[in-house]
């Protein structure tokens, strides 16, 4: 069992930036990535960003490729994703996900589906 939980969300204006912070605990040798995802309201849960719990990798919706930046601290257990010029219709609630099944890194892993473990989420909001 991987247990995580976001934290950083709030309200941003437009241009600023923002950092959210996702801590893991439990079985975190288990993890094999990391991502990041977000529903706005209205819409259905969409994949933000990735990254390969031991080699970094990472991977990026178009839509914030650029803009955001995921990153980890492995002796922490945390991954981040920093959010510089977000844009109003980056407004979502943005959560953190765990893949602990066998992941080589050499595919894309950007639905749902994918992912293993969850957390609760956390509200960001950009202002015009």
């Known amino acids: 069992q991987v247990q995580l939980a976001e934290s950083g969300g709030g309200l941003v204006q437009a241009g600023g930036s923002l950092r959210l912070s996702c801590a893991a605990s439990?079985?975190?040798?288990?993890?094999?990535?990391m991502g990041w995802f977000r529903r706005a309201p209205g819409k259905d849960r969409e994949f933000v960003a990735r990254?390969?719990?031991?080699?970094?990798?990472?991977d990026y919706a178009d839509s914030v490729r650029g803009r955001f930046t995921i990153s980890r601290d492995n002796a922490q257990n945390t991954v981040y994703l920093q959010l510089d010029s977000p844009e109003p219709e980056d407004t979502a609630d943005y959560y953190c996900?765990?893949?602990?099944?066998?992941?080589?890194?050499?595919?894309?892993?950007?639905?749902?589906?994918?992912?293993?473990?969850w957390g609760q989420g956390t509200q960001v909001t950009v202002s015009s």
């Open positions: 996900a765990a893949r602990t099944r066998y992941y080589s890194g050499r595919q894309y892993i950007r639905r749902p589906a994918e992912y293993d473990y």
């Open positions: 439990g079985l975190t040798s288990s993890v094999y990535a």
């Open positions: 990254i390969h719990w031991n080699t970094g990798d990472t």
